[in-house]
């Protein structure tokens, strides 16, 4: 039976790694794609949670399978931000190089993998990550892109680099604020109070 609620499938998960998690990292990540596979919600979930589980034990090499995952079995934005503000954000924030090799998703013909650019890079920000690429760059490239998920994804970025990089992102967005795309601007703006929206943007 599968479980129908995410708690309740994350409950599994937590329940049956210990019985996988001493697996080599190759048999380990071929367990999950054997999951992702079946393209079923909650196996698909399992197999995120897996992932993220085994964080301590990412090589270089991570980032190829978990490309390859997000090519193949990333097709929507819930998908997408499992992923990415998981497991893939923890490679990122390990391997802070690898950031370089995100901005190829930016033209994908996937919005999934588009908004992936932006999501993946919520970890290393949250954790003050200095080495990643600059999260600017990644909204510049994904400024105008047409689908509106992805205008959600780079504005939810801006966000979260706001509370860290505050002047930085207030400048960035006075900057774009007329040429950037509404759905992305409120976003980015989102936790500023009613006071500062009015003294940087007049709002």
Partial sequence: MSPKTTPKVRAVSKKHYPHVKDLPLDKFFELCEAFLEERRWDLSLIAY??????????????????????YKYVNDWGDCDDFTTHAFGYLIHDFPE??????????HEKFAVRRAAAT????PIKKQNESII???????????????????GYGWMLKIYLSTHFDDVIEYLKRHEIAMP??????????????????????
């Fill in 49 to 70: 949670d897996f992932a993220y589980r085994k964080r301590k034990h990412y090589r270089l090499d991570t980032y190829d399978v978990f490309e390859s995952w997000l």
């Fill in 98 to 107: 690898l950031s370089q090799r995100i901005i190829s998703w930016t033209k």
């Fill in 120 to 123: 993946v890079l919520i970890i």
């Fill in 134 to 152: 600059s999260p600017f760059v990644i909204s510049d490239l994904l400024m105008h892109d047409h689908h509106y998920l992805v205008l959600k």
């Fill in 182 to 203: 509404r759905i992305s601007f409120r976003y980015a703006i989102e936790k500023l109070n009613q006071e500062e929206k009015k003294k940087y943007f007049n709002l």
